[in-house]
Every structure is written in structure tokens, then in C-alpha cells.
């Protein structure tokens, strides 16, 4: 059996990708990656997994299954040049680490609109992480681009109470082209991350728009 090591383990995806994770017979034991231990309770099998994402050392088995999950928003980091460590950085180092080991498969969550070219910030910065890893050359990598995620956080964010309440109306309106800006449960996200595993198809795939 496999292992299967998520970055990003405490933030809203990564958290209900590491417990669905631990529920599947196929891993042998789910490695949450922390910068400091947690409180959080794991089941059988779950470890967490205290890095520096500076200095990053992954001792996994060969044929692995990596899921990144990392994200952050340039208000919570407090830059864009911390913004961009997280966001693009660590990110691309998780990937290093994935190739170095000889991962089976690398999920990454990323974001609709990413776009190294874009004269957004944020995206300009997704889409140049996107890049990045690409050039890593990893067997098999799935790049999730999700619209707004939908879920408990433990910070409240105002632009998340309004698309909750707006969601029947968006999801009417945005259709065809606009499609994969509908909000998305991240707990749907989180599943399409497994699917994407367990197919593990050799090339760099990317999936947006998906419900």
C-alpha cells in the first residue's frame, strides 16, 4: 500500500481531504504536514508530520500520492512577498520533494482564473506556480482550479457569507463559459483530489469548471 502526504493539512480543503483520506484501505497511513503540532484529532493510521517548508525533507515510500493543498490570501499573509512564499514558493517545493521521492501522482489545489500572464496578483501568482511545478516534470500532477470554497473556517470571511447566500442565484446565471466561477463545497474539492489519485494518469492535467 501506498502513503498519502498532504500539505496545507489545517487549512479548509486540506483538512477534509486528510479525513476522507484516512477512510480509504488503499493508504497505508495519512501524513499531515505542519509547520507546529496541532490539537486536531487523526485516526488510525494519521500522522502529523512537523516541516519547514523553508528547509523542506519529505521521508516518503516510493509511488506515493502527494496533495497540495496549500493557500493563503495576501490579507493573512500580511505581504504579497509572503503571499507569494506560500502561495508559489512552498508549493513548488512540495513538488521537488514529490519528484525527489518518486510520487505515483501530485494533486495541487489551485485556483480558477490562474494565469502567469495575469495583471491580477493573485492569479498572476497561482498561474506562475502552475508553471513552475510543470517544469518540476513530476510522472502524473492534476491541477484543481476551484472557484470560491465553501465551508466552516475558523475566520469569517464576508465575501464567503455572501456567496453562501447568493449560490441558487449565481449557479442559475453563471452557465457555459461562466461555469467554473460557481461557488464549490470544499468538501467536493477534496473528493475530486482523491478521484484524480486514484486515476493517476501519466501528464500534467487541468480541471476547472467541475461540480
Known sequence: MRQAWVAGSTGLVG?????????????DGVRRLVRRPTQAEAG???????????????????????FCCLGSTIKKAGSQQAFR????????????EAKRTGARCLVIVSSVGADPQSRVFYNRVKGQMEASVRRVGLRSVYILRPSLLLGERSESRLAERVAVSMAPLMNAVMAGPLRKYRPIQASRVAEIAIQCAAQGQAGFHMLEGFE
Do not use: C, M, W
Request: overall charge negative.
Open 44 to 66: 488510525e493510521g494519521s500522522y502529523e508530520v512537523v516541516v519547514s517548508y523553508d528547509q523542506l525533507t519529505i521521508n516518503a515510500e516510493p509511488e506515493s500520492d502527494f
Open 15 to 27: 483538512h477534509l481531504l486528510s479525513d476522507k483520506l484516512e477512510a480509504l484501505p488503499i493508504y
Open 85 to 96: 512564499l506560500v502561495d508559489e514558493k512552498y508549493v513548488v517545493r512540495f513538488a521537488e
